[in-house]
């Protein structure tokens, strides 16, 4: 670990491997991993941060196909799927707590081939032609900035390549009418010109029956597509063109109300009918110079995501549940498009300045705008029809209709960055970097079809953000690192919020402001018994200012986003692997994690609100009468002392992976994985009633076999053996009638994969 100079040639990037090949005689020992989670390619062992580097490999074995399947993965991490559409990413106890604003950036960043992807809505995407994942664990102040106050996700899909014309196909069929096609090619037009080409189709029945309207919902039908085209001219320039497409048409998600008596985890009742449909794309140009003693990269990239739902907001259908116990609530439709621009160039040092300082600069530009409009329908009758309504219906606070909005929320972000490690000697090194943001968000917001006419809203920013870090190796297979970090994600508008002339207070103002991480960390990472366990570890504290949450406040339809004071995050992680023989390798990943919001903040549960709400209207009480707004108010409580939302105190990830031949036949490699994810509080609020998420426990198999000298190979595949009904997600809408609904992982899986290779 003496070097950390620039590594110019990448290896296979196997976060466990065998060296001399799977059979070869030799005692099998870990390879060196490298990674770019740094914007430069460096050893894993040799990050003074937390990184979790998944292989193509991992990901087969492990069968990870979104980033659902990411949790508990990585150390940390847990993915929920907010409202059925929405993937909220939390890292370390900080996540998307204001993911029911378009504008509100979430907290873990995710980039694609080292373009920053905006839109949350592209986290709904399928994997595809993965050369690794990189799960980068606390906050990244300097390198990337924007949002990653929790952390960020780096995808890196396969390049193409200049040696020959190849490919891979494969088929899987499988329960619930599964249908999963993948193919890629890479095709070489010239000694400078090569394409990159991948194509999947997936295909499932529903998971979940709605039995009050005969829907089958969690169900799967979409296309993913990428292409790739390399053009290297020289040995110092090359150019990178990426087009990739997403389109998927489905009923949409299964998310059961907690006062739904349907029998069973996979059947509902819901009157209303459901539809999710999603188009999302991604154009890229990546232009790379070799200037001798540095290299100078310029990254483009124009994103467009289009997403439009319908769903049964209250979850429940009106038969199965008492008069005034919930307001029935439908929204028809919510429509959102998100159109993004993004350009970075940086500079990466080829060379040591002055023999010990390597660095990289840069700068990156976002320019992001979302179109949205929502229509909720509400059953004012509490006799399960929608009725018409008119605009004059509206003016005169009538009709069967609640929330309505159209606006137009624009982000214009710039940032300057900077970093540099100095080596103080062979064994000691400083890591230092700094990065200077301005963000501005500007937004057009027209309410209730001019009821309250358009409001134009803006909020900016400037925030210095960076990082120190201090590197010492103990050792030519072990690092020990301390670090501090500061992380920012800027602040925002609201779609509505509370009004000076009411007469309860205000809760919800018309913008948010910016939260900030300081960020404590110690850790070590080693190789053990001359390579054969590899073990990392980390532990650390966060002081958390600002959190950006789902607020609701005492006046009816007023709903945004909110700030907590301060709050505090510690939590420690590891991961260990180990050649237990030379054919079987153990695994594991753990995390523990406390969070505690530690400062007095007043807010209003809109379950509580909501309750207080209908049970008024039980009694013939206007929606719009002040008495309605005050016993709203009454509901407000201190959440100080409370857990932060989607935080599970411990999650851990077990694996045993077999590889060995079998006589002459072939090689045979199988992989027995364990999850548990703890229990979680999903709100800040911690409503004993709607927001205590239990812990679930899967296992997964994959078993696969290559005969000797052929080109094709099989697998048989189980997800959530024991069939678990975990609860993947638990959500509650802020801005509709305070239904609560679970969204389960998917039951258990049984499929047979057949692939071949060309």
Known sequence: MKNRRLLTAVASPLVIAVSGGSWAQ??????????TAEKRTESLQNLSQAVTALSAEDVENRQLNSF?????????????????????????????????NAIANPSVSYHLDG??????????????????????????GTLFGQNSTGGGINVITKAPTFDEFSGTA?????????????????????????????????????FTDNVGNGQDLDDADSISARAKLLIQPSDTFSATFTAQLFDEEVNGQAQKGIYDPTP?????????????????????????????????KSLTSYQNDDIAIQRDNDRHDYRTLEPFFLLQSYFDPETNEQKTTTQEFNLISNEPAFGRLDWV?????????????????????????????TLDDIYAYGGDVGFISDSKPERESISVYGQGTWSFTDSARMIAGLRYTEDEVYSAVTNFYGREGTEILEIESEKVTGRLALEVDLGDATMAYASYTRGFKPGGSNLTFGREDIVSPIVVLPVFEEETIDAYEVGVKTDLADGRVRLNGAAFFYTYDNLQYQATDPEVFQGGVGNIPESEIMGAELELGA???????????????????????????NVESEAATNALLAQGISLFSPDVEIARAGQIADVKGNELAKTPGFTANLALTYSNAI??????????????????RHRIFNNPTTDEVDSYDTFDLVLRFSPTNANWRVELIGKNLTDEDGINARFTDVFGVGATGDQFIPPRQLMARVGIDF
């Open 26 to 35: 030799e005692a099998p020992v870990f390879e060196e991993v490298l990674v």
């Open 68 to 100: 659902v399947d990411l949790s508990a993965i990585a150390p940390g991490v847990n993915v929920a799927k907010n409202e059925g559409f929405k993937t909220v990413i939390t890292i370390r106890g900080i996540g998307n707590e204001a993911n029911q």
């Open 115 to 140: 373009v920053y992807v905006a839109s949350p809505f592209a986290l709904q995407t399928d994997f595809l032609d993965l050369e690794r994942i990189e799960v980068l664990r606390g906050p990244q």
């Open 170 to 206: 494969d088929l899987t069929l499988g329960e619930y009418s599964l249908v999963k096609a993948r193919a890629a090619m890479n095709i070489p037009f010239s000694e400078s010109v090569a394409a990159r080409v991948s194509v999947m189709s997936h295909k499932h029945d529903g």
């Open 264 to 296: 069973g985890a996979r059947k509902l009742a819901q009157d209303s009918l459901s539809s999710y449909e999603l188009e999302s794309q991604l154009y890229s140009m990546t232009l790379e110079w070799d200037l001798g003693g540095v290299t100078l």
């Open 361 to 389: 600069a840069g700068v990156f530009y976002l320019d992001t705008e979302v179109d949205i409009s929502i229509l909720e329908r509400l059953d004012f009758g509490f006799d399960g029809v929608f009725d018409d309504f």
């Open 579 to 605: 050649f237990v023989t030379d054919s079987l390798i153990f695994d594991a990943r753990l995390a523990w994690l406390d969070t505690e919001i530690t400062a007095s903040h007043l807010a209003l549960d």
């Open 663 to 680: 006589g002459s036949w072939g090689d045979f490699e199988g992989t027995l994985s364990y999850t548990h994810r703890g229990d979680f």
